[in-house]
């Protein structure tokens, strides 16, 4: 099994719809998961965090994480063609240090 | 406020060579985290520096060795080049170790080809 499981798409919906994207993992322990939002050529850029059961919020971008399930989402609303990229899902390692463990990522197309 | 640096933007080596890249966190980071991205995958971690020890190694041969120095900055070194090292290096910064809700920040990276 791997570690991050994502589905790597490609995920299209049209523009002003909502993107779910999901993402399971295999750290028990994990109490810190991350999404990154990549696009073509350019480094991952940090989008959202969340460290608790349940939703977190942040304008657009709402994160669930589910510890019990060890699955975490991302739900985009509205969704721009600006939003198209790859997606990665990043549960960041128990072992006491920095390191996050990267899925391959879900690849979003949002259509105009 | 100047996010993560790195340098240089493109490198071509051939098989064999050796390469130095270089990586300046985001002022007042104390920790540098060095990650490989291959064409298609996610980032894969290579190295995490704190206060200029290493903290966390992945799972990367010992040709990959790395360095922290005391103004924070870090240099990852790669020798004996094989053509599988192509990629893009990636470093990320981050306050501390790893605390509760610390967030690591991407630099732009280094796209190294191997021919």
């Known amino acids: 099994q791997k570690e991050v499981e994502q589905n790597s798409g490609p995920l299209s919906v049209p523009e002003g719809a909502i993107a779910s994207l999901n993402c399971t993992y295999s750290?028990?322990?994990?109490?810190?998961f991350f999404w990154y939002r990549q696009y073509s050529g350019k480094s991952p850029e940090l989008i959202m965090s969340i460290y608790s059961n349940g939703d977190k919020e942040d304008g657009r971008f709402t994160a669930q994480l589910n510890k019990a399930s060890q699955y975490v989402s991302l739900l985009i609303r509205d969704s721009q063609p600006s939003d198209s990229a790859t997606y990665l899902c990043a549960p960041r390692d128990s072992g006491g240090y920095q390191k996050v463990t990267f899925g391959t990522g879900t690849k979003l197309q949002v259509i105009p | 406020d100047a996010g993560v640096t790195q340098s240089p933007t493109h490198l071509i080596k051939t098989r064999g060579q050796h390469v130095t890249l270089r990586c300046s966190p985001i002022s007042g980071h104390k920790s540098v985290s060095w990650y490989q991205q291959v064409l298609g995958q996610g980032p894969q971690f290579i190295f995490q520096?704190?206060?200029?020890?290493?903290?966390g190694r992945g799972n990367f041969p010992d040709r990959f060795s790395a360095r922290q120095f005391p103004n924070y900055s870090s240099e990852l070194n790669v020798n004996a080049l094989l053509l599988g090292d192509s990629a893009l290096y990636l470093c990320?910064?981050?306050?501390?170790?790893?605390?509760?809700?610390?967030?690591?920040?991407f630099g732009p990276g280094t796209r190294l080809t191997v021919l």
């Open positions: 520096y704190y206060e200029k020890e290493e903290r």
């Open positions: 990320a910064s981050s306050l501390a170790m790893s605390a509760g809700e610390d967030t690591q920040y």
């Open positions: 750290d028990r322990v994990s109490q810190s």
